[in-house]
T-cell receptor, first 113, second 113 residues
């Protein structure tokens, strides 16, 4: 398995609070991604990064921000959590954005009450 | 815009039955195609991928998939399933000039022992 960890693995929070999820990789891969997984929707891309300080939006970016100050860390922040953001969040990495496979982290299960 | 359709949301089979999961994509250019598997409580793992060459791709655990360009399809097959194949299966596509992968909504496979 690729060296990807996510923290926390589980979190319960209240509506309106900010939440930050961390993805850490030891592979020195250039690309990092945040997805959310919801029943009936598969995985949907929230944001991705193609290098330090270089990020772009995915298909469901509203209400989320990201930061990448180091190659190994990609942070996802829910600025003001809502119940619709209850989901399982997966981080993924790939060596490049070209013909490269994405490898996934173990996921973070977030419940917003 | 690229998209992926998995028409079977839940498939139930008995052990030793043959499996075929459908995947159709929409994209006008050259594509990379993937099948990922998610076992209960685990993260996504790559089963197989197609980038170019032989359209019949063999993956891990006896799975294979065939890319049929004229049908925009990349169906997953296994001749004889086992109870341990119980999982959710995701088809994914990436346009060759893109860095983002689009996932289908997934097919849940249940195997009766």
């Amino acid at each position: 398995d690729a060296g990807i960890t996510q923290s926390p693995r589980h979190k319960v929070t209240e509506t309106g609070t900010p939440v930050t999820l961390r993805c850490h990789q030891t592979e020195n891969h250039r690309y990092m991604y945040w997805y959310r997984q919801d029943p009936g929707h598969g995985l949907r891309l929230i944001h991705y990064s193609y290098g330090v300080k270089d990020t772009d939006k995915g298909e469901v970016s509203d209400g989320y921000s990201v930061s990448r100050s180091k190659t190994e860390d990609f942070l996802l922040t829910l600025e003001s959590a809502t119940s619709s953001q209850t989901s399982v969040y997966f981080c993924a990495i790939s060596e490049s954005g070209g013909e490269e496979t994405q490898y996934f982290g173990p996921g973070t299960r977030l419940l917003v009450l | 815009a690229q998209s992926v359709s998995q028409h079977n949301h839940h498939v139930i089979l008995s052990e030793a039955a043959s499996l075929e999961l459908g995947c159709n994509y929409s994209y006008g250019g050259t594509v990379n195609l993937f099948w990922y598997v998610q076992y209960p409580g685990q993260h996504l793992q790559l089963l197989l991928k197609y980038f170019s060459g032989d359209p019949l791709v063999k993956g891990i655990k006896g799975f294979e998939a065939e890319f049929i360009k004229s049908k925009f399809s990349f169906n997953l097959r296994k001749p004889s399933v086992q109870w341990s194949d119980t999982a959710e299966y995701f088809c994914a596509v990436r346009g060759s000039s893109a860095s983002k992968i689009i996932f289908g909504s997934g097919t849940r496979l249940s195997i009766r022992p």
